[in-house]
């Protein structure tokens, strides 16, 4: 399914940067994306998408570390707490970092 999402942005993309349409044709197809972006079952499908993804990375995460953490250096493993005690704002983040919103 992402792949081809990907590949329609991609399409869709290139079809507007390479056509000689003109602005006319741009702005329906601008108003054509933003319906589509806008529409509740794709919001839905994304964020489901997204919250799979922040899963499945955290299991690849905490897999890695259980295997490989024992023989990384105490340099890096250091280097990757402080990164992760300077970047807790208080905000919900995940173990990349990154935010669950």
């Known amino acids: ?3 081809k999402l990907t590949f329609v942005a991609g399409l869709a993309l290139g079809y507007v940067l390479g056509t000689r349409a003109g602005r ?5 197809l601008k108003k ?3 319906q589509v972006s806008q ?3 794709v919001r839905n499908t994304a964020e489901s998408a997204a919250q799979q ?22 340099s890096v493993t250091q280097r990757v707490r402080s990164l992760r005690d ?16």
């Open 24 to 28: 006319e044709r741009y702005e329906q």
């Open 86 to 101: 300077r970047n807790t704002n208080g905000a919900a983040e995940d173990d990349w970092g990154t935010s669950n919103t």
């Open 1 to 3: 399914m992402r792949y």
């Open 39 to 41: 529409n509740p079952a």
């Open 53 to 74: 993804g922040r899963q499945f990375a955290g299991k690849a995460y905490h897999a890695v570390s259980e295997k490989v953490g024992e023989r990384v250096p105490a």
């Open 32 to 34: 054509s994306a933003r």
